[in-house]
């Protein structure tokens, strides 16, 4: 195994770590796989889901810069606006969120936390955010620079060479885990929304857990697209870190076919897929990663994709408060109290 200095890189301790592994008892018997899940969703309550193991290296580097503000941007549901909300108010420096909005928002779900939480948020269009969120944020860290306060900007998902580090990570622990558990995982699954989880864990499995696979299911665009996101992100850490790694997108497993009608939107089978899996294990996946992740992986078990793999492990991302802007959809489809 090349040396690696991963080990020296500044890093919080924000998350609650190690996150829990359980098995699927039910799952695994139903569909004929031995599946289980590790509990991202458990690294926090403000700070739940991913984004957190990332934010640990983004905040400190952040910190180590003398920033007074970090500056970053997302959908108006988005998970990692809100960790970062939460995480910038603990360490106690402002948060300035950027979001992509179509037309006025409702106060509900993440949002809310994220005034909650005191953040600043500035609203742009879905085309402004596609063709110039950096360059806006640039010029928001700038008026924040005019005015003496240090600013620190995060990419989208705090997805780069630095969060990336959070995944790498998380790989270990996995091992860690493994030996305590008695038992190993050969088959790693997970949502990809902005990439970073994906590139952390593929560099992970490199380094230090050569024997498993790592597949990811996309919640938006397609696989060309996070083959070359992933290993753009993952060829910025091989270069931070001074690893011997050949990064190749031939070897990244990016499973299209399960984003839905797009982005943050569900289709009725997707979210009845959540309230069954929530019925029968107690576990509630969120409606735009995991719930659609989950629900691919459902389905390539069942037509036989999955069978090499001996046992599976799925990580719950999180974006629990990601169901509650559902509601009424979720009304619509589940039985409503009856009369005693
Ligand atoms: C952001 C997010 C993901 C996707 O992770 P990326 O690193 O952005 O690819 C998955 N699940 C949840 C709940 C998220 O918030």
Not at 243 to 262: C, F, L, Q, T
């Amino acid at each position: 195994m090349s040396k690696i200095n991963i080990d020296n890189i500044s890093r919080l301790t924000l998350a609650n770590l190690p996150t829990p592994i359980q098995r699927l008892e039910r799952l695994s018997e139903e569909w004929g796989v031995d599946l289980w899940i590790k509990r991202d969703d458990y690294t926090g309550i403000e700070t739940s889901g991913n984004k957190i193991r990332k934010l640990e290296y983004t905040i400190a580097k952040a910190l180590s810069e003398e920033a007074g503000v970090v500056i970053t941007c997302g959908g108006i549901q988005s998970n990692h606006c809100r960790s970062t909300a939460a995480v910038a108010a603990r360490v106690g420096i402002k948060s300035h969120l950027v979001l992509r909005i179509d037309e006025e928002p409702p106060l509900e779900g993440n949002y809310l936390l994220d005034k909650i939480l005191g953040a600043e948020v500035s609203f742009i269009s879905r085309s402004d955010y596609s063709e110039r969120r950096n360059e806006i944020m640039k010029e928001i860290a700038d008026s924040y620079e005019a005015k003496g306060i240090k600013a620190y900007v995060i990419p989208e998902g705090a997805s780069d060479g630095v969060g990336n580090l959070g995944y790498i990570q998380a790989v270990r622990e996995i091992k860690k885990q493994e030996k305590e558990l008695g038992v190993e995982f050969d088959t790693i699954v997970s949502a990809v929304g902005s990439g970073g989880t994906y590139s952390g864990l593929y560099l992970g499995t490199k380094l230090f857990a050569p024997e498993k696979t790592v597949y990811s299911f996309n919640v938006c665009d397609d696989e060309e697209y996070f083959l070359n996101v992933c290993s753009q992100i993952a060829t910025d850490t091989v270069k931070a870190l001074g690893a011997e790694i050949e990064v190749k997108k031939d070897d990244m497993h990016i499973i299209d076919g399960y984003k839905g009608i797009g982005y943050a939107i569900s289709r009725d089978e997707e979210l009845e897929f959540i309230a069954e899996v929530a019925k029968k294990e107690g576990v509630i996946l969120d409606p735009v990663y995991t719930g659609k992740a989950f629900y691919g992986l459902c389905n390539e078990i069942k037509k036989g994709n999955f069978s090499k793999s001996k046992r599976i492990l799925f990580i719950h991302t999180g974006g629990h408060f990601g169901v509650f802007p559902k509601q009424e959809q979720f009304a619509k489809l589940l039985v409503v109290s009856s009369d005693l």
